[in-house]
Antibody, heavy 118, light 112 residues
Framework: EVQVVESGGDLVQPGASLRLSCAGS????????MGWFRQAPGKGLEWVAN????????YYVDSVRGRFTVSRDNAKNSLYLQMNSLRADDTAIYYC???????????WGQGTRVTVSS | DIVLTQSPDSLAVSLGERATINCKSS????????????LAWFQHKPGQPPKLLTY???TRGSGVPDRFSGSGSGTDFTLTISSLQAEDVAVYYC?????????FGPGTRLEI
């Protein structure tokens, strides 16, 4: 059974850092592009970042570029999102999604909540 | 950036009736290299992760009931639910993956 499980969400103050993790199972993690998405309270879905299956290509939405870094460890079947200089408008549920085929996000985790507030 | 607009914003349909949601792209998402439209539809219910319904505009995702169908090409796309069921109450989003940044439409809320 395909599973992706996010973790690491928390309540943090503006300017803080946080690292989200996503564990994949039930599929060959190293064969899939992966992505992060988010949904802010009362808002729609927003793509945050993508990473190619071998980690050679990474893409970001403009609002997080330079603050967030996506990475992966295929040996651990894990995807990460390092978030620095967090702002109130980064408050959202963050979802990890598998790409299959290509960048099509065919399977999503339950999400992890990030709240940025003083 | 490619901007997606959806219509209507919300929709109320009787059980067993047809629901139609439209998505319009600010530029074509049809690739000349593979003749595919880089357009997907997602269903999102409260407290659940989004679920992929269709991709390449009209290919149904794994396990998606055949009452869901996607159509369209270029800049104009449609998601049709042929016979609405109670469990179809959700917000529906179109998404383009033709170019970065990947973008979503604002969503259409579907109610009974």
């Amino acid at each position: 059974e395909v599973q992706v499980v996010e973790s690491g969400g928390d309540l943090v103050q503006p300017g803080a850092s946080l690292r989200l993790s996503c564990a994949g199972s039930g599929f060959t993690f190293a064969n899939h592009n992966m992505g992060w998405f988010r949904q802010a309270p009362g808002k729609g879905l927003e793509w945050v970042a993508n990473i190619k299956e071998d980690g050679s290509e990474k893409y970001y939405v403009d609002s997080v570029r330079g603050r967030f870094t996506v990475s992966r460890d295929n040996a651990k079947n894990s995807l990460y999102l390092q978030m620095n200089s967090l702002r109130a408008d980064d408050t959202a549920i963050y979802y990890c999604a598998r790409g299959s085929p290509g960048w099509i996000s065919d399977f999503w985790g339950q999400g992890t909540r990030v709240t940025v507030s003083s | 950036d490619i901007v997606l607009t959806q219509s209507p914003d919300s929709l109320a349909v009787s059980l067993g009736e047809r629901a139609t949601i439209n998505c319009k792209s600010s530029q074509s998402v049809l690739s000349t290299s593979n003749n595919q439209n880089f357009l997907a539809w997602f269903q999102h219910k409260p407290g659940q992760p989004p679920k992929l319904l269709t991709y390449w505009a009209s290919t149904r995702g794994s396990g998606v009931p055949d009452r869901f169908s996607g159509s369209g090409s270029g800049t104009d796309f449609t998601l049709t639910i042929s016979s609405l069921q109670a469990e179809d109450v959700a917000v529906y989003y179109c998404q383009q993956y033709y170019s970065s940044p990947i973008t979503f439409g604002p969503g259409t809320r579907l109610e009974i």
